[in-house]
């Protein structure tokens, strides 16, 4: 299995053009305020602190990212839906998400966090669709599984995996976590794994792309 040795943090800025330009490939993380986006990123790496967290709404407002093994980025993004945020400043964070999944080509894939607790929700289901139409790679990571008791989980899932089925012929893949018990954590990296193998792969393949 795949392991991180090094996470760093390197920059945090509003502008995609201003990120790293190194052309490593990248993984963000996206999904309501407070979902647990920054705590995600804080169990994978094993570093409690990398990624500030909050337990108010809107703790992250930049694109932050984190070099990973001096290979990929791990890329912290602010939340969005946050309703009591003044309009100027939601209306800018809806800006800055945007611009990155839409202009950012080394981002590789997005993971979209969703609360398992929760009935599936428009906004997030409104967000995914945005992403298919934009053609946008995505995976689901539902969170916060540790405040679900056991048997409850199962049923949350499915009646989630069923609205998604409603709308999509595949299923993206998804991941069940908990950054409080370390719940997901050795099957999201092994899927990144597999995804960095993936494009090493097709890159050695092409004999003009270096
Ligand atoms: P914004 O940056 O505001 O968009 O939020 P975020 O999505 O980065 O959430 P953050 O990681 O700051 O976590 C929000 C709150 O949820 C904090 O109080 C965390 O401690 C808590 N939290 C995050 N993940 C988990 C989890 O897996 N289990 C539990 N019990 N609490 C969690
Ligand atoms: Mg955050």
């Given amino acids: 299995m795949m392991d991180i040795n090094s996470a760093e943090f390197v920059i945090s800025n509003t502008d995609p053009a201003l990120c790293p330009d190194d052309n490593k490939p990248e993984y ?16 994978l790496t094993n570093k409690r602190k990398l990624a500030m967290t909050s ?31 003044d309009r100027k400043k939601k209306k800018q964070i809806k800006d ?12 590789t894939c997005l993971f979209v966090l969703i609360d398992l607790r929760h009935d ?3 906004i997030d289901l409104e967000f995914m669709r945005y992403l298919g139409e934009n053609g946008v790679p995505f995976c689901i990571v539902f969170t916060k599984a540790d ?11 499915q009646r989630y995996i069923d609205a998604i089925k409603k709308e999509w012929d595949e299923l993206p893949p998804y991941f069940v976590t908990s950054s409080e018990k370390r719940l997901g954590r050795k099957e999201i990296l092994n899927y990144i794994e597999e ?10 393949d092409i004999p003009f792309i270096q």
């Fill in 28 to 43: 963000a993380f996206i999904g309501r305020s407070n979902v647990g986006k920054s705590s995600l990123i804080n169990m």
């Fill in 55 to 85: 337990s108010t709404p809107g703790k992250t407002t930049l694109i932050n990212h984190f070099i990973i093994d001096d290979s990929w980025y791990l890329v912290d993004l602010p939340g969005y839906g946050f309703s009591q945020r």
């Fill in 96 to 107: 800055v998400i945007e611009r990155y999944i839409e202009e950012r080509e080394q981002m």
């Fill in 120 to 122: 599936p929700q428009a």
């Fill in 147 to 157: 405040k679900l008791k056991g048997g409850e989980q199962k049923p949350k899932l």
């Fill in 195 to 204: 995804v960095n193998l993936s494009i090493k792969q097709s890159s050695d």
